[in-house]
């Protein structure tokens, strides 16, 4: 009866303990990027967000639509790996949310980008530092249906560290539709 | 953006009004850079500019003994400070102060949970402890209490009762439900409410008044102290819980449904407050509105009829529940089928028939008190969706609720945004919440919104209705809206402020009261 549901895939260090919640499947591994452990969050309902996940080799997802089951493993991994980073391709809502409970935290965003998708054309618009953000959209444009991946490949790339940000849109056709996704990254502000 | 500094204050005396506090608090809990820090303490849903709202710094205090002394330091400066508990009331302005330079005084680092009574079902919190934080405490200790959190559940109860919000147990009215409270009032004195001033008192959390004059709501939706601790009474786990939902079809319904409920409600045949919600607010937990609608202006009716049908939505949905022993709820549901069956087109749902839908499953959960974030998914309808809610009060009343609905849903349409809201029964009142939602990346449409909000206050001001809480811009706007008698609840208001706080440093013009100093030039 009902089409959409926030999903999320969270993937931490497999040796982390993770107290399932009642009807949670909790995929766990580890991904590694330049000494920083990596927290991944995505939406299970967007083929673009698992295609993002999946490049990033996390084989396990969880699938749930409320974000507030995942304070739990955003709170333990910000305690276990204090200098780890954050990621997704989320909705809106779901990024809002973490983004908040990030800053609180010390954390802040360093990369994001709006994925929007209307007539079969999706437009990237991307807030990075003055000298990345069309570099970043027009890649994302030209790798077409495969943008996510290559976000992916780079994520760990595009932080920034000025908050003065460019915006710049690309785009490119898609077989998907009426999407609206945002990419982003956190870390910590000792990393900055 | 340069960062402001507090009104009439220079670098040097901010300086060294950080510094003092720095010894107080230790280092690490004073913020003052405004990139890695600040960030946290802005109101990303503001209508206006970034800067308006935005602090010179935020301290954070562990104990009262530290409230007293960085209330010491403020009224030697004479700076304002904010006060947020979690920060979190998104839609009413979050952690920002009311005006630039404020220092945010952040009292997130008092989450104790001091007591918890099974027996008489109560807890006793400080401010920095959030719904999710008392309901994982119980779980932890098998205690079988509710908590009754706001949606979504990321708040602080001390935050949420002193802003009068409202929750969807029986135990919805938390104002109500608070039991006596702890507060440092401007000159550091500390003030015991209710039972807990007697000696060796054993029943703060369970009789509110004591002797004298009952004073807790003045420290509610005001700033004449920080409160530092509250009694709050839990609801005792019931044997049952049945929740339901009914569809409607019709717009005129809801003055049907408004009606038939007041009677139910008042007798307590339904126990906790009912929710009537609008196809949009349902729909949007489950779709966006790209996915039907892609011009530009409110959705077309054609639209909204599709989105329905293919939803199981009601152009009005209604959630309830019922609680208590089984043969009780039975009978309670008997007469709630035979009062509300007589709608026509009314489908009635349960958990059976409606599990799965996200809109039913997070009601279902704020309905005993289960805390979660599901209805962030609002914000989904449009991309990078921002809010602010416009919440007056009327009658549980039929008419009235059709009148503030038409009101509404003509002036949103006239400014180009959807009519999404929802309509709330409390005891004898009614809240209505219309969620006027605006893409936050778009400076045109922030502005349409602000001007939308701003007439609205007018509009429902002329027609009798005033509203219970609001965000930080229309604070004054709505303050003068109460104004019978020449403004005497505000000249009140004002006399006690002055008397209190005369520096002026607590929270200067939160909910339009503002120490003699500001008074006027807001």
Redesign the interface.
Known sequence: MLTRRTFIKSSLATNLAIAAQPGLALGLSQYAQEDHSLLIFSDETSAQAQQFAGQLNTPHSNIEKDVGLHFDTFNRFHREQPTGWITGLTRDSDFFILEQMAATKGYRTVFSAIHETNNNTVTHQVSSSVDKAHLIADSLAQSLENWPSWLANNITSLAHHELATAQANSQAGSSTNNEYLVSWLLIPSTSA | MTKPLPPGISLEQFNSAISEMEKVVGKAFVFI?D???L??YRD?YNTTNDADFAPSAAVAPHNVEQIQKILAIVNQYKIPVWTISTG?NFAYGGPAPRKPGYIVLDL?LMNRILEVNEKHGYAIVEPGVSY?DLYNYLQEKGIKLWIDCAA???GGIVGNTSDHGAGYTPYGDHLLMQCGMQVVLADGTVVETGMDTTSNSKTGGLYKYGQGAGIDGLFTQSNFGVITRMGIWLMPEPPGYTPFMITLENEQDLETVTDLTLPLRLNQVIHNAPMTADLLWEAAM???R??YY?GTGPMPESHRKKMAKD??LGIWNYYAAVYGPEPMMKNNMELIQDAFGSIPGAKFYFDETRK???GW??RVKLMKGE????E?????WI???GHINFSPISAADGKDAMKQYKMIEKRAHEYGFDYIGEFLIGWRDQHHIFMLMFNRMSEEEKKRAHDLFAILVDDAAAMGYGEYRTHLSFMDQIANTYSWNNNSLWDAHHAIKDELDPNGVLSPGKMGIWPKNLRGKA
Do not use: C, I
């Not at chain 2, 805390?371 to 599901?374: C, R, S, Y």
């Not at chain 2, 962030?376 to 989904?380: K, P, R, V």
């Open positions: 850079d990139v890695n820090e960030r946290s990303p979190k997130k999710y979504p559940a990321w489950s779709v966006s790209r996915e892609t939803l199981h799965g839908d996200p499953d997070y805390p979660n974030m599901t962030f998914s609002l914000l989904n991309g990078g969706g």
